[in-house]
Nanobody, 115 residues
Framework: QVQLVESGGGLVQPGGSLRLSCAAS????????MGWYRQAPGKQRELVAA???????NYADSVKGRFTISRDNAKNTVYLQMNSLKPEDTAVYYC?????????WGQGTQVTVSS
């Protein structure tokens, strides 16, 4: 089993920044992809950004140039730096840990962008 602990959500004004963190523990695989998804009320969960073991990244078009995903393999932790936040970024953000054996999810952290 893999446990994911997220932190860093909160309330921020439009144009502000937040940094999300997600630490994995338990059965850590040597090859895995970590990422962030989000789900706004009434909408489906969508990929925000992901980073593979080798460091390659993938971003949703809506966040390109504003969000940056990174990882610390020694700490089994992934980060999401979110800049220039917009009201439409408001959602619950979920950490994801994907391996061949399956997917693991964090409990979610609320991000609210509002003035």
């Amino acid at each position: 089993q893999v446990q994911l602990v997220e932190s860093g959500g909160g309330l921020v004004q439009p144009g502000g920044s937040l940094r999300l963190s997600c630490a994995a523990s338990g059965r850590i695989f040597s090859i895995y992809t970590m990422g962030w998804y989000r789900q706004a009320p009434g909408k489906q969960r969508e990929l925000v950004a992901a980073i593979a073991s080798g460091g390659s990244t993938n971003y949703a078009d809506s966040v390109k140039g504003r969000f940056t995903i990174s990882r610390d393999n020694a700490k089994n932790t992934v980060y999401l730096q979110m800049n220039s936040l917009k009201p439409e970024d408001t959602a619950v953000y979920y950490c994801n840990y994907a391996v061949v054996a399956g997917n693991y999810w964090g409990q979610g952290t609320q991000v609210t962008v509002s003035s």
